[in-house]
């Protein structure tokens, strides 16, 4: 089996509404050479390597938000006979990206995601939230294609803009990083999670929220 088959990013599906969605800035934290920074970052896999290594071998797995493809590359890595399929918004650039690392990506919305139900053993959505502007919607549709586990992180408010600001960072915002429309704490996180999901995991790795859990059955 192929280790990230999906729908090529040449045939998108229907995006209308998708651009309503807020992106965010592009910072990539990802390939950060600030010590500080990258220390976070690894705080951050140690905790995702734990949620997505207490996954049984997913035969299918999504990742809503791909943006630059670091997380699915990591998926690939670990899980070789996994398919694979990426999810974001329409960006010509992204695309070439996601052509050059060979992922298998589709542009969409995620209220409105092209798969049939229980699709997907595994949906990953890293730093997504925070951008909807219908986070219900996007949990529902999620939990529609997602027969198995969640693994979904968002910024640990007011933690994530406290640290902006000590850094110098968008400070007429309050440390507001550009784009983020919704502010979550663990706890508010977690039920906002749980109203689909049996939450089975949180972890905080500064400074963010993390949560694996399991789709509810219905």
Same mark, same amino acid.
């Given at each position: ?143 529609? +294609?997602?027969?198995?586990?969640? #693994? !979904?992180? *968002?910024?640990?408010?007011?933690? =994530? ?5 000590? %850094? ?24 906002? +999670?749980?109203?689909?999901?049996? #939450? !089975?995991? *949180?972890?905080?790795?500064?400074? =963010? ?5 399991? %789709?509810?059955?219905?």
């Amino acid at each position: 089996m192929s280790n990230h088959t999906g729908d090529n990013v040449d045939t998108p599906v229907d995006t209308s509404g998708a651009a309503a969605v807020p992106t965010g800035n592009t910072y990539d934290k990802y390939a950060t050479t600030n010590p500080i920074e990258q220390r976070m970052m690894r705080g951050f896999f140690d905790a995702f390597d734990r949620f997505v290594g207490a996954v049984d071998a997913p035969k299918r797995i999504l990742e809503v938000g791909i943006g630059e493809g670091v997380v699915t590359t990591r998926l690939r890595e670990r899980f070789v006979d996994s398919s694979i399929v990426g999810l974001d918004l329409p960006d010509p650039e992204l695309a070439a990206h996601w052509r050059s690392r060979d992922l298998d990506c589709v542009f969409g919305d995620v209220t409105r995601l092209p798969y049939p139900d229980s699709s997907f053993d595994l949906v990953l959505a890293i730093e997504v939230f925070e951008h909807f502007d219908d986070t219900g919607a996007a949990l529902a549709e999620i939990a529609r +294609v997602c027969s198995g586990t969640l #693994v !979904a992180s *968002v910024p640990f408010e007011p933690i =994530w803009r406290i640290g902006n600001m000590a %850094r110098g960072r968008y400070l007429r915002d309050l440390g507001n990083t550009p784009g983020h429309v919704n502010h979550f704490s663990r706890r508010s996180f977690s039920r906002f +999670v749980a109203t689909r999901f049996d #939450v !089975a995991d *949180v972890a905080s790795p500064l400074p =963010w929220t993390m949560i694996r859990a399991q %789709r509810r059955t219905p």
